[in-house]
């Protein structure tokens, strides 16, 4: 194996090893729910849950709302897997009460 191949393959895989999903409807719950990974190597939890934190107040700002808070959840093993971070979260106007969270 040369070394532009090899080179290849490593960007590659340090590109596939983070991501951020679209934004989506709750399908249990009222809200939406956004979701940033990192490779093992290259990330942790706090800089998934950031990003995914900045989409969700983007996603809400853009409809002129603000973001609401609801849970977080954490997957992945430190040096072993990607560390995933799931913010789950509701867009309310500026003066609304927080709603209330149903499951």
Same mark, same amino acid.
Do not use: H
């Given at each position: 194996?040369?070394?532009?191949?090899?080179?290849?393959?490593?960007?590659?895989?340090?590109?596939?090893?983070?991501?951020?999903?679209?934004?989506?409807?709750?399908?249990?719950?009222?809200? $939406?729910?956004?979701?940033? #990974?990192?490779?093992?190597?290259? &990330?942790?939890?706090?800089?998934? *849950?950031?990003? @995914?934190? !900045?989409?969700?107040?983007?996603?809400?700002?853009?409809?002129?709302?603000?973001? $609401?808070?609801?849970?977080? #959840?954490?997957?992945?093993?430190? &040096?072993?897997?990607?560390?995933? *971070?799931?913010? @789950?979260? !509701?867009?309310?106007?500026?003066?609304?009460?927080?709603?209330?969270?149903?499951?």
């Amino acid at each position: 194996m040369n070394k532009t191949t090899l080179s290849c393959i490593c960007v590659a895989l340090l590109l596939s090893a983070c991501g951020t999903s679209e934004v989506i409807r709750n399908p249990t719950a009222n809200g $939406y729910v956004v979701s940033a #990974q990192y490779g093992a190597l290259n &990330g942790s939890w706090t800089r998934a *849950s950031q990003e @995914a934190a !900045d989409k969700a107040k983007a996603y809400c700002a853009a409809s002129g709302k603000q973001f $609401y808070f609801i849970t977080e #959840q954490r997957t992945g093993v430190v &040096g072993w897997s990607p560390q995933e *971070s799931s913010i @789950a979260f !509701d867009c309310v106007d500026g003066n609304a009460k927080p709603p209330s969270v149903s499951f």
